[in-house]
């Protein structure tokens, strides 16, 4: 019996192919963790709007037209809502002071993560993660920078590395007490 192995020749060529494969997808394969990190941010953004939404359907039931203080029925009844039927955070008070700012200080973006969504990725004040160790950091803020009430929340997303701003980062997630609004930012 005679046994043939490869020749030289045919080993250079399928090296050749393989080399040539590599270079094609390796670009693409690279592409995809940014690509990973918009959809996680984009289905966290999507459960929030959901919360927002039951939330508001639960306020229409319960006082349309009106803050409320303690939503019962939902989310354990600590949710308080503005007049428009929006989450504005928990633990507001009876009666609510300021009826279009979110939260109690700047830990209100926070709270209403925390209590809004189930299983939800980490978030912290930046303030209090400074080594960037929580998935997301949480602002909360105004349209106009003034100081009409902070009434939106943002949240930047920092597991992937982004140490920038909340007005430059790659990934934000915001969310406005307005109207209810929940979007994601992808600069």
Same mark, same amino acid.
């Given at each position: 019996?005679?046994q ?27 592409s ?13 953004a999507?459960?929030?709007?959901q919360?927002? =939404? ?5 306020? /229409? ?7 409320? #203080?303690? @939503? *019962? ?33 700047? =830990?209100?973006c926070?709270?209403l993560w /925390? ?7 980490? #978030?912290? @004040? *930046?303030?209090?993660d400074?080594?960037f ?29 982004d ?25």
């Amino acid at each position: 019996m005679k046994q043939r192995g490869f020749t030289l020749m045919e080993l250079v060529i399928t090296l050749i192919v393989v080399a040539i494969l590599a270079v094609i997808a390796f670009p693409r394969l690279t592409s995809l963790r940014p690509e990973a990190e918009l959809a996680q941010a984009k289905a966290v953004a999507a459960s929030f709007q959901q919360a927002v =939404a039951f939330a508001h359907t639960r306020w /229409q039931i319960v006082s349309p037209g009106k803050e409320i #203080v303690n @939503l *019962p029925g939902y989310v354990d009844g600590v949710l308080d809502l503005n007049a428009a039927g929006y989450p504005l955070g928990i633990n507001k008070n009876n009666p609510m002071g300021q009826a279009q700012q979110i939260g109690k200080g700047d =830990a209100g973006c926070v709270s209403l993560w /925390q209590t809004l969504i189930v299983d939800a990725p980490s #978030v912290a @004040l *930046p303030s209090n993660d400074p080594d960037f160790n929580a998935d997301y950091h949480a602002y909360r803020h105004n349209e106009n920078g003034d100081n009409n009430p902070m009434s939106r929340c943002s949240y930047v997303y920092r597991a992937g590395g982004d140490r920038a701003d909340r007005d430059s980062a790659a990934i934000v997630i915001e969310y406005r007490s307005e109207d209810g609004s929940v979007g994601v930012i992808q600069r």
